[in-house]
T-cell receptor, first 112, second 114 residues
Framework: DAKTTQPNSMESNEEEPVHLPCNHSTISGTDYIHWYRQLPSQGPEYVIHGLTSNVNNRMASLAIAEDRKSSTLILHRATLRDAAVYYCILRDVSLGANNLFFGTGTRLTVIP | DTAVSQTPKYLVTQMGNDKSIKCEQNLGHDTMYWYKQDSKKFLKIMFSYNNKELIINETVPNRFSPKSPDKAHLNLHINSLELGDSAVYFC?????????????FGDGTRLSIL
């Protein structure tokens, strides 16, 4: 899997938008960009994924740079429940198995 | 309704013992996984199964033996437990093996070796 780089930690005030960056300068044309998050004492939770176009779902938005070398996960209004470690993961469709390779992620702290 | 459930939630045992962790998913998924999260919080794939068949075994000691009696269950049996086996073990499932299919995780089993 291509490597991703994320800040170790970020802080946000409650009810404000949060932009979580991810750099993936070695991304290949067949890599999907996935985001998962892990709340304290829970298993990872799928957030969103995309390939080239920006994506929106009920949890978040994913903005993908035109050259695909970076992406940003956007939480539109942070809540205390969004405090978690967020993982940016690249999945190469040329690989046979759907295994996730987690990095160190970004620990998001939400301030009341 | 719990989608991916693991039992037990906590497991404390002594070195050298044999133990099992059970995992069940009620999502109708074909593919199931075991991951290990160590004390430094790194999550690493151990095994993946598709329709009860082993797909991936990622450099895991053969003391770890997964068993899939049907596609809704993937249990993990560990022989001769060692101190280094202390970790949180997560089970997950996905509809299939396609790489744009999200995985659903259980809440983990915290294994502590005394």
């Amino acid at each position: 899997d291509a490597k991703t780089t994320q800040p170790n930690s970020m802080e946000s005030n409650e009810e404000e938008p949060v932009h979580l960056p991810c750099n993936h300068s070695t991304i290949s044309g067949t890599d999907y960009i996935h985001w998962y998050r892990q709340l304290p004492s829970q298993g990872p939770e799928y957030v969103i994924h995309g390939l080239t176009s920006n994506v929106n779902n009920r949890m978040a938005s994913l903005a993908i740079a035109e050259d695909r070398k970076s992406s940003t996960l956007i939480l539109h209004r942070a809540t205390l429940r969004d405090a978690a470690v967020y993982y940016c993961i690249l999945r190469d469709v040329s690989l046979g198995a759907n295994n996730l390779f987690f990095g160190t992620g970004t620990r998001l702290t939400v301030i009341p | 309704d719990t989608a991916v459930s693991q039992t037990p939630k906590y497991l404390v045992t002594q070195m050298g013992n044999d133990k099992s962790i059970k995992c069940e998913q009620n999502l109708g998924h074909d593919t199931m996984y075991w991951y290990k999260q160590d004390s430094k919080k790194f999550l690493k794939i151990m095994f993946s199964y598709n329709n009860k068949e082993l797909i991936i075994n990622e450099t895991v000691p053969n003391r770890f033996s997964p068993k899939s009696p049907d596609k809704a269950h993937l249990n993990l049996h560990i022989n001769s437990l060692e101190l280094g086996d202390s970790a949180v073990y997560f089970c997950a499932s996905s509809p299939g093996q396609r790489l744009n299919q999200p995985q659903h995780f259980g809440d983990g089993t915290r294994l502590s070796i005394l």
